[in-house]
Structure formats: C-alpha cells, structure tokens
C-alpha cells in the first residue's frame, strides 16, 4: 500500500527552526521525487520545495529560499524538510506529496500530483 506519513510539526516562535519528515511506504524514494506543498489559512495550497534522489532540490515558493532546504534519505525511505528562520507567515498546514517522476519539475501544479499525506501543522508565532 502506498503511503506518506508527515511528521515533525508544532508551534515555534519566530526565528526557530523545525525539521518535518516524510515517511513513505509501498514505493521507493530511489525513483520517485517528493514535494512539499503547504497550505495557509484561507489560501490555496502552494509548492515549497521539490528534491529527487541525488537530492538536488528546486525551490518553488521564493519566500523560503535559502532559509528551507529538502533531502531524501533513499536507505530510510524518508524525505525531510528543515525550516530555518520561521517567521509566522510560514503558518500553514505541510503536506508531502508525489507525482512518480524522477526529476523536480519547473512548476509544482497540484492536479499533477495523486498521491499525498495528510499533513502536518506548523504554527510560527510572533
């Protein structure tokens, strides 16, 4: 059964740091990349981040770049998410999501992708 499993979120203040995980089932992360989507009260879900399985990572949300970084870990299966320097904009449910390519694509379009977990809440207060 395919699966993704998020874990990791939770309340932080300003400035702190959170690392999320992304465990999979049923599939291999030497073929499939994972993406992060997030989705903030009242707005539409949006890409955050996609890595492959050499973990390079291209960056769809340009609010976090250089301060988020996302790697796979192919012997555990899991994906991460490090957040660095939250600010409370970043306030948002995470999800981790898989549209089985095998390369980032330029765009993350949520309609491209079947297969997700349920989320976990990151909470940035100020």
């Known amino acids: 059964q395919v699966q993704l499993v998020e874990s990791g979120g939770g309340l932080v203040h300003s400035g702190g740091s959170l690392r999320l995980s992304c465990v999979v089932s049923g599939f291999t992360l030497d073929y499939s990349t994972i993406t992060w989507f997030r989705q903030a009260p009242g707005k539409e879900r949006e890409g955050v981040l996609c890595v492959d399985r050499i973990n390079s990572a291209t960056v769809y949300a340009d609010s976090v770049r250089g301060r988020f970084t996302a790697t796979s870990d192919k012997a555990k299966n899991t994906a991460y998410l490090q957040m660095n320097n939250l600010e409370p904009e970043a306030t948002a449910v995470y999800y981790c999501?898989?549209?089985?390519?095998?390369?980032?694509?330029?765009?993350?379009?949520?309609?491209?992708?079947?297969?997700w977990g349920r989320g976990a809440q990151v909470t940035v207060s100020s």
């Open positions: 999501a898989t549209n089985w390519n095998n390369k980032c694509t330029g765009t993350a379009q949520e309609a491209d992708f079947y297969t």
